[in-house]
């Protein structure tokens, strides 16, 4: 597999050295694809999307199968933060109404809230570990506070926000130098994001649909009517393709896709358990997922065992080489929010691709060229809730809705990015940006 970051990154033959990856449950073997096979729905990815598609075609009775380049869950769905939120772009409420009017806006939103209700449900039925009941914003500075209280006031479509000061959140959820106050949106929670995709993928395979892992994708022809699939051991024909691999996109695969996705670098570290006296040290009582309210967020959790989870954008290399410096940077930055940990070892360090596009926005949708091969990719750091949502509103789609069941937020293939060879330059000067921005904001 080739992609935008050092070749170390997307050696899928290697499982991720993640806490997920060491307190999930195992998940049961699942064979290569060896020797040709035939579907009605070829799907390439066994993430959150592609997994979830997977699972509403065979409940609807459609033949699908699921190829991975890994095992389950190796990917972005194995390996994210597990922030089950409400939106998967980057243009905010009042950018949904203004781009796509209200009443798409209104049908993202309410999506996105049946999609989190879904999620609780299946994780309670499925015995998977879930924390909280909100996502909370946290202000770095008193005008990030100012901005929240505005677009609290502004807020149209779900429950509302709720404004919560720098006095309060530190009776409620914990106490720092960067800590100005809160905004909780509901309803937000987390959960073991590995386990989920593991018990989606055997979700989907009680219910009918096929799964092979290790069997990455090497070439796409159409053979007629048909798609030919071909792996190193194997080829899968299907009627329909759907395309589900987020920031692990290749642009050699099909010409469609090329240039589309922007992979953007997110690390994450856990350390080890936190005593009673160390946590009450910033008075910590948060349950939730948290994030800190600036361009280069950071976001982070306290898992039940104890251990801090941090996570944060800036890497631009991917390479097993720079590890341990990002590692040190993920400390730097845990000792900035809050002092009194400075140092905490980080026993758990790992590193994945989002997936940005030009549209700010994902794309669902299936190509205007060739109805029968459809995609669902661009989540923006925010595929927990919005890619599930997108698989199961795409498989109704396959099965006969109309495309405009997509909210139109979601709907549509996003524009090729500008010299996408030099993606990892244009990350690059984002990041620059965005930090100066930040500093900038905090002054």
């Not at 060229?369 to 595929?383: C, Q, T």
Request: hydrophobic content about 45%; proline content about 6%; aromatic content about 8%.
């Amino acid at each position: 597999m080739r992609g935008v970051y050092h070749r170390d990154l997307y050696d899928a033959s290697q499982p991720v050295a993640s806490w997920w990856e060491a307190s999930a449950p195992a998940g049961p073997p699942r064979p290569a694809l060896q020797g040709d096979h035939a579907t009605d729905v070829a799907i390439v990815g066994a993430g959150y999307a592609g997994l979830s598609c997977a699972l509403r075609l065979a409940e609807r009775g459609i033949g699908a199968v699921a190829l991975d380049s890994g095992a389950v869950g190796w990917g972005a769905s194995g390996r994210n933060g597990g922030f089950v939120g409400l939106d998967s772009d980057m243009l905010g409420e009042a950018g949904r109404i203004a781009r796509f009017g209200e009443a798409e806006a209104r049908a993202c939103a309410d999506a996105f809230l049946q999609g989190a209700e879904r999620l609780a449900t299946f994780c309670a039925a499925r015995g998977i570990e879930t924390q909280g009941r909100a996502e909370t914003l946290v202000a770095p500075h008193a005008r990030a506070f100012a901005t929240m209280k505005a677009a609290a006031a502004a807020h149209r479509f779900g429950p509302a926000p709720e404004v919560v000061t720098a006095a309060a959140y530190g009776e409620q959820g914990f106490d720092g130098p960067l800590q100005h106050g809160a905004l909780r949106l509901r309803p937000g929670f987390a959960l073991h994001p590995l386990a989920l995709a593991r018990a989606l993928a055997e979700a989907a395979e009680a219910a009918g649909a096929g799964i092979f892992e290790r069997s990455e994708v090497l070439a796409w022809r159409r053979e007629g009517a048909a798609h030919l699939l071909e792996t190193a051991q194997g080829a899968l024909r299907a009627r329909r393709v759907v395309l589900a691999t987020n920031g692990f996109t290749p642009d050699a695969l099909h010409p469609a896709f090329a240039g589309r996705t922007i992979p953007v670098l997110s690390m994450i570290g856990v350390t080890r358990p936190l005593t009673e006296e160390e946590r009450a040290a910033h008075r910590w009582r948060e349950d939730g997922p948290v994030v800190t309210a600036r361009r280069m967020l950071h976001y982070y959790r306290m898992l039940p065992q104890g251990r801090l989870l941090f996570g944060m954008r800036g890497d631009l290399s991917g390479a097993d080489a720079t590890g341990p410096a990002m590692r040190r940077r993920i400390g730097a930055e845990i000792a900035a929010l809050f002092p009194l940990w400075a140092g905490v070892e980080i026993e758990f360090f790992w590193r994945g691709p989002i997936c940005a596009t030009g549209a700010l926005r994902p794309g669902v949708g299936r190509l205007t060229e060739d109805a029968s091969v459809h995609h669902a990719f661009g989540w923006h750091g925010s595929g927990v809730n919005g890619a599930q949502v997108a698989g199961r509103l795409l498989a109704d789609v396959i099965a006969g809705a109309p495309e405009t069941a997509i909210p139109a937020p979601l709907r549509g293939l996003p524009p090729r990015i500008p010299l996408p060879g030099l993606r990892r330059l244009w990350v690059g000067a984002a990041v620059a940006g965005f930090r100066a921005l930040d500093a900038w904001e905090a002054r």
